[in-house]
């Protein structure tokens, strides 16, 4: 079947088709867009594919822009058990909490739908390196699913996001670029910086792969809510809506992709007829980092930015909403409403340790903040005890930092690593210009078998900054060296057309490029003639098939000054 769907623009409701690589609307060019389908096709099929599939995200793949990928590219994603909080229930007078359980994604937070949905769409479009900027958990996420998908990542992160996460991000081979500055300024950064560079941004909010992804949220929910043997409700599975939605659905918030990406899931299943109602948005934030709420307190449709955070929970810490606030207000009030409401890091700590005496769930404090929000609603009476909830549970638990804990005893875990030992830059704010002058070695890879070239790329990838470039044949590899000019080239002998050897012949005819120095890789024996010809030409011969990573490696390494 035909992949449809259209990106309808938000701002002229021209329909474009899906093109990843054209994120902007081209009649009028707003990056503001939404994904739409054929929903009653949809519906007809969908209930019937449904239990063949396995329980994570790509089972609602018509729902979805991309086709699924391949099964290499899947870690399990999405798929979380909805666990039913009883503890923390009767602490709160309600019969109805339950926790979407989030840390159980590969990279332990909800990111990873929007990672592994994003990253898959790059990498069908031919992206093969990418800028994100995060306060912390897009970044690992991110990272991972880049790794897997042989993407290149920089992810710049503001020098709040603590210390463990950045070796996390740096342990999976992303450039780690920490930015003294706001998220905010951050992600300018991150803009300015792959703007430069013509390298692909990762767009956020403004993503449709990242809002598409996190729909696949609502769609878990309300088909794990119809599956759970609850008692009798008003909102009752039947044959007409036979999925099951809650009555709230709470998150904590940062810049807000989550929630805008969820409503509008839940949106669609009530287009559908799935769901007999769009449940309410319960919205939580830090109180020292709050535009949304303010915003929404003030009865305002645009945020005003918040320009210098004030809290330790880095990942809550986007100041500027942006047009993200307007869109998720705008989606409720079309629906059942919600609201609004902050809480302090005090508070989001102490819900963290009830939740893990409670519930044996321990969770960041972000993910915390979700929670003291809820009992703030509840005690207000915005939330009723009939009401069913669920709350996004997601992040990870880290390593207990002291100003969590509100007893000493504890002892240090800080690890005796310092950044330069993962090649962190710091202090980038006003000094993008040094970033420019961070220059990695570059090297040519020519081959015309495609598997080579993604053998040896993933190899010095994996152990080195470098920057690649790929020829296919021997005429794109001389222009490629001559327009170029690489620290290094590795070099296929046996190509059609143009061989190995004339490529040498020419990278030696030219005064620029005749110093270069050239790795051969053959996939034969070579001939006593063959080897005449290469005498003097080149530094090393290497033999296909049986190199061993760490000799290539310590080859190119010797080679490169
Ligand atoms: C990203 C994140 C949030 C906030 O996400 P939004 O982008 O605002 O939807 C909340 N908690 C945790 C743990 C997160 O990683
Ligand atoms: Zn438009």
């Given amino acids: 079947m035909e992949k449809k769907v259209f990106a309808r623009c938000l701002d002229c409701a021209?329909?474009?088709t899906i093109d990843f690589n054209q994120p902007a609307c081209s009649a009028c060019g707003s990056l503001w867009r939404e994904a739409i389908y054929d929903y009653p096709y949809i519906r007809a099929s969908l209930l019937s594919s449904l239990p063949s599939r396995p329980f994570n995200l790509w089972r609602y793949s018509e729902l979805l822009p991309t086709?699924?990928?391949?099964?290499?590219?899947?870690?399990?994603?999405?798929?979380?058990?909805?666990?039913?909080?009883?503890?923390?229930?009767?602490?709160?007078?309600?019969?109805?909490?339950?926790?979407?359980?989030?840390?159980?994604?590969?990279?332990?937070?909800?990111?990873d739908r929007q990672a592994a949905v994003a990253i898959h769409a790059f990498k069908q479009s031919k992206v093969n390196e990418l800028v994100c900027a995060s306060t912390g958990n897009v970044a690992i996420s991110y990272s991972a699913y880049a790794a897997r998908a042989g993407i290149r990542l920089w992810a710049f992160l503001t020098s709040?996001?603590?210390?463990?996460?950045?070796?996390?991000?740096?342990?999976?081979?992303?450039?780690?670029?920490?930015?003294?500055?706001?998220?905010?300024q951050t992600k300018q950064?991150?803009?300015?910086?792959?703007?430069?560079?013509?390298?692909?941004?990762?767009?956020?909010?403004?993503?449709?792969?990242?809002?598409?992804?996190?729909?696949?949220?609502?769609?878990?929910?309300?088909e794990q809510l119809a599956l759970s043997s609850l008692p009798s409700f008003s909102t009752m599975p039947s044959l007409s809506t036979p999925w099951r939605a809650p009555d709230w659905y709470f998150q904590s918030v940062s810049g807000g992709m989550g929630p805008l990406g969820v409503i509008k899931g839940f949106r669609e299943l009530f287009a559908m007829s799935l769901i007999q109602a769009i449940p309410k948005m319960g919205i939580v934030q830090v109180a020292g980092c709050a535009p949304m709420v303010h915003a929404w307190h003030d009865?305002?449709?645009?945020?005003?930015?918040?320009?210098?955070?004030?809290?330790?929970?880095?990942?809550?810490?986007?100041?500027?909403?942006?047009?993200?606030?307007t869109e998720l207000l705008s989606q409720m009030n079309g629906a059942s409403g919600g609201s609004f409401c902050s809480v302090t890091d005090e508070e989001a700590y102490r819900a963290m340790h009830l939740l893990a005496k409670m519930e044996g769930i321990s969770v960041e404090p972000a993910a915390a903040v979700a929670f003291a929000g809820l009992f703030h609603e509840v005690r207000a009476g915005t939330v009723k005890p009939d009401d069913l909830v669920v709350v996004n549970c997601t992040g990870h638990t880290l390593p207990i930092?002291?100003?969590?804990?509100?007893?000493?005893?504890?002892?240090?875990?800080?690890?005796?690593?310092?950044?330069?030992?993962?090649?962190?830059?710091?202090?980038?704010?006003?000094?993008?210009?040094?970033?420019?002058?961070?220059?990695?070695?570059?090297?040519?890879?020519?081959?015309?078998?495609?598997?080579?070239?993604?053998?040896?790329?993933?190899?010095?990838?994996?152990?080195?900054?470098?920057?690649?470039?790929?020829?296919?044949?021997?005429?794109?590899?001389i222009d490629l060296v001559s327009r170029e000019k690489p620290d290094l080239v590795i070099l296929d002998l046996m190509m059609p057309d143009v061989d190995g050897f004339s490529v040498i012949d020419q990278i030696h005819a030219q005064r620029e490029t005749r110093d270069i120095p050239i790795i051969v890789m053959t996939a034969k024996d070579l001939t006593i003639q063959e080897k005449i010809r290469l005498q003097g030409q080149i530094q090393s011969l290497m033999r296909k098939g049986n190199f061993v990573s760490e000799k290539l490696l310590s080859e190119v390494k010797a080679l490169i000054k």
């Fill in 14 to 16: 021209h329909q474009d």
């Fill in 67 to 111: 086709d699924p990928p391949p099964f290499s590219f899947q870690m399990g994603e999405g798929g979380t058990p909805l666990i039913h909080a009883a503890s923390l229930g009767s602490m709160l007078g309600m019969k109805h909490i339950y926790i979407k359980d989030e840390r159980q994604n590969p990279t332990s937070s909800f990111k």
């Fill in 160 to 184: 709040l996001v603590p210390p463990e996460k950045m070796r996390e991000v740096a342990s999976y081979g992303t450039r780690v670029i920490k930015v003294t500055g706001t998220y905010d």
């Fill in 189 to 222: 950064l991150a803009a300015q910086f792959a703007l430069e560079r013509h390298i692909a941004l990762d767009l956020g909010s403004k993503s449709i792969a990242c809002i598409e992804a996190m729909k696949t949220l609502a769609f878990e929910i309300c």
């Fill in 299 to 325: 009865k305002k449709a645009n945020a005003i930015p918040v320009t210098s955070p004030q809290t330790m929970i880095a990942t809550l810490a986007t100041g500027d909403p942006g047009r993200t606030y």
């Fill in 401 to 477: 930092e002291n100003h969590i804990l509100d007893t000493a005893t504890e002892q240090q875990v800080e690890a005796g690593v310092s950044f330069s030992d993962f090649g962190y830059e710091e202090g980038l704010l006003a000094a993008l210009n040094n970033l420019n002058t961070i220059r990695y070695p570059r090297i040519a890879i020519v081959d015309d078998a495609p598997n080579v070239r993604r053998l040896i790329s993933r190899i010095l990838k994996s152990q080195g900054n470098y920057v690649l470039f790929e020829a296919v044949d021997g005429n794109s590899a």
